[in-house]
């Protein structure tokens, strides 16, 4: 303080102007750091997620890190030094070409044994990469389901069809109530064209997928003009719909029946409560209705307690008399079995 009374006064204002500047660019830095929310710090608790909640980068990584203390429960993160800003150049996907079977873009499947099938599909793929990569590193063939609005797609649905992983596409579709079904979503309240626009965005936002399955969806999967819009567009590229149930009163599988369009609806959903031993107990369900029915599709999401149930429940598959098994497997058998049955044709 002594020096600086020494010094001359247009000394001391050039120090203090120089000192606000200092101040000033370091708050900017700070927003800049912290950045404005996005969807890729999306949490919801259920199927059709009632309102969206971001988090901070750095405050996700501490509750993460939270949940690693419990006993028997799997390291977190697990070592996915692999995917970490991974290229992968020697996979190669063709292009979708309207007209293409779905089965074209199928992973391999063989059930030598004649096992119960079961797929396990995963929703609101590549948003959060830690969760997408832990996804991707469980046990294949999972079948994973982007949402076209997430970045970087295209290396990442490479690197999980490359680690033998089958892909869908999460359709945002407009929900009943004030849920953001995210940005591009199809609206009931929309003309033809601008369905179709949307849709088609969407279809080729990566290539692979062999399907489609809606993302939210409780309203316009029950609304009759505008899903066959959308099942007559799925026919024409050549893929086939997964109908994730968001409500009761979809029309999905009536009209897929009607427009000769393979539809398939899930079972169970795995983790619209947030619980181990809630998804546990789904699983439990899903190993019965195969059992019993000889397939059955279950949904979830790349949650932490999800990927951890998950990551146990896959490593002793064999002593449940079930076989993991692509969506395109499940969705062959249950068509086949509809034809059989006077359905499809």
């Known amino acids: ?81 692999k995917f970490n800003n991974k290229k992968v150049s020697d996979f190669k996907q063709k292009a979708r070409i309207p007209g293409t079977s779905w089965m074209s873009h199928a992973v391999p499947f063989e059930n030598s044994e004649n096992r119960p099938l079961v797929s396990i599909v995963l929703d609101d793929m590549g948003l959060n990469q830690l969760h997408s990569d832990w996804a991707v590193s469980l046990k294949a063939p999972l079948t994973l389901s982007y949402l076209p609005y997430a970045k970087n797609l295209a290396n990442q649905t490479q690197l999980a069809r490359a680690e033998g992983h089958e892909l869908l596409i999460h359709l945002p579709m407009e929900p009943r109530g004030a849920s953001d079904p995210g940005p591009g979503a199809l609206m009931v309240n929309m003309d033809q064209t601008e369905i179709k626009k949307r849709l088609a965005r969407a279809l080729y936002v990566f290539p692979g997928a062999v399907g489609v399955n809606n993302h939210m969806g409780s309203l316009f999967t029950a609304d009759q003009r505008a899903m066959s819009i959308v099942l007559t567009e799925i026919k024409s590229s050549g893929q086939l719909f997964l109908d994730s149930l968001t409500t009761s009163n979809s029309l999905v599988a009536r009209l897929g029946d009607k427009l000769n369009v393979p539809v398939v609806s899930r079972d169970v959903f795995l983790d619209d409560i947030d619980k181990e031993d809630e998804i546990v107990r789904r699983l439990r369900e899903v190993e019965r209705v195969a059992l019993d029915k000889g397939t059955a599709i279950a949904i979830g999401h790349p949650r932490v307690t999800t990927l951890r149930v998950l990551e146990k429940w896959l490593a002793d598959l064999a002593e449940k008399k079930i076989m993991l098994a692509p969506l395109s497997a499940v969705a062959k058998t249950r068509l086949n079995q509809m034809q059989n049955d006077g359905g499809l044709n």
Do not use: C, H, W
């Not at 660019?25 to 969206?52: C, L, N």
């Open 1 to 81: 303080m002594f020096l600086f009374l020494k010094i001359s006064k247009s000394q001391r204002v050039i120090i203090l102007l120089l000192g606000g500047l200092l101040v000033f660019s370091f708050g900017i830095a700070i927003g800049v750091y912290i950045g404005s929310p996005d969807y890729s710090g999306k949490t919801s608790s259920s199927a059709e997620e009632p309102g969206r909640r971001f988090v901070k980068k750095e405050v996700k990584a501490d509750i993460l890190a939270k949940n690693q203390n419990s006993v028997d429960r799997p390291k977190f993160p697990p070592n996915l030094d």
